[in-house]
């Protein structure tokens, strides 16, 4: 792996040999092309500091998209993904307090309770946060099924964030079968904004979302995204596949910085701050 950006010591004063190009000749100047440690990658991704008067909510996002702007292949973004990829997509969970994901995402990908790595446990512990983040599930009608491991043995309970229109029986079955259901909506749906207050109510302020596109999309919209790691695959797959974000075009685009860019294998790991 090798960071693009921004430029840092390590990277613009190589040792000769350190960096190849094609055929394996050297390149002055490059960064250097190497392995990285998973405390390095959490130090790449750390959460800002907290600002004056405390810690306030951040949320970031975890996306990946091919060259074509698709965010999946046959409904899923397994296939556009590498293993570069889903170290950082480990390493950005180990981070976080809460995953927060689409009921529609839960669905398509299959989602498990996160699991607890041993690898980032003291890093955790040092953070106050538990062995593993929690799941939350946006979701306004609940038609999910309540007997999967996300919420019958997730590792800590798995929250459900609905409307306060939600269907009774399913804000029961949801309940019975061990998930704490969270109201973020005066309707049957879910206000983001709304969401992210609640959640850090419960202590959870160090927010990751992984999709789908219309979570995403919807966020965008509310304003309430603050950071975007999004992984650039050099992969085409044409098709109709959703982009990373869908739903109504907000008025005006959202200007985000280039936080910071790193490569492996032809992948693009960008991360970017709201202006």
């Not at 002055?28 to 306030?56: H, K, N």
């Not at 899923?76 to 180990?94: E, H, K, N, V």
Request: glycine share 12%.
């Amino acid at each position: 792996m090798r960071r693009l950006f921004p430029v840092t010591d390590e990277t613009a004063a190589q040792a000769p040999g350190e960096a190849r190009g094609a055929g394996g000749a050297h390149v002055p100047g490059a960064p250097a092309d190497r392995e990285w440690s998973l405390s390095e990658l959490a130090a790449a991704y750390a959460y800002p500091e907290p600002g004056p008067g405390g810690r306030g909510s951040w949320l970031r996002a975890n996306m990946v998209s091919t060259l074509d702007g698709a965010a999946q292949h046959e409904g899923r973004s397994q296939p556009i993904s590498s293993a570069a990829d889903m170290r950082i997509f480990g390493t950005l969970r180990a981070l976080a307090d809460v995953v927060v994901v689409g009921a529609e995402t839960v669905r398509q990908e299959g989602y498990r309770p996160a699991r607890a790595r041993e690898e980032f446990a003291a890093m955790r512990a040092a953070a106050g946060q538990g062995p593993a983040p929690a799941i939350a599930v946006v979701t306004a009608s609940l038609e999910l099924d309540f007997s999967l491991p996300l919420f019958t043995s997730p590792l800590v309970p798995t929250l459900v964030l609905t409307g306060a229109a939600a269907p009774a029986d399913r804000v029961a079955a949801a309940g019975k079968a061990g998930a704490k259901v969270v109201t973020a909506g005066d309707g049957a749906g879910v206000d983001p904004a709304r969401a992210v207050a609640a959640l850090a109510g419960l202590g959870h302020t160090r927010l990751l979302t992984e999709g789908g596109p219309r979570l995403l999309g919807q966020m965008v919209a509310a304003g309430v995204l603050d950071e975007l790691c999004l992984t650039v695959s050099p992969m085409l797959t044409a098709g109709d596949a959703q982009r990373i974000a869908g739903g109504p075009p907000v008025p005006v685009p959202r200007r985000f910085t280039l936080a910071s860019l790193l490569e492996q294998d032809g992948f693009l790991f960008t991360r970017y701050h709201r202006a």
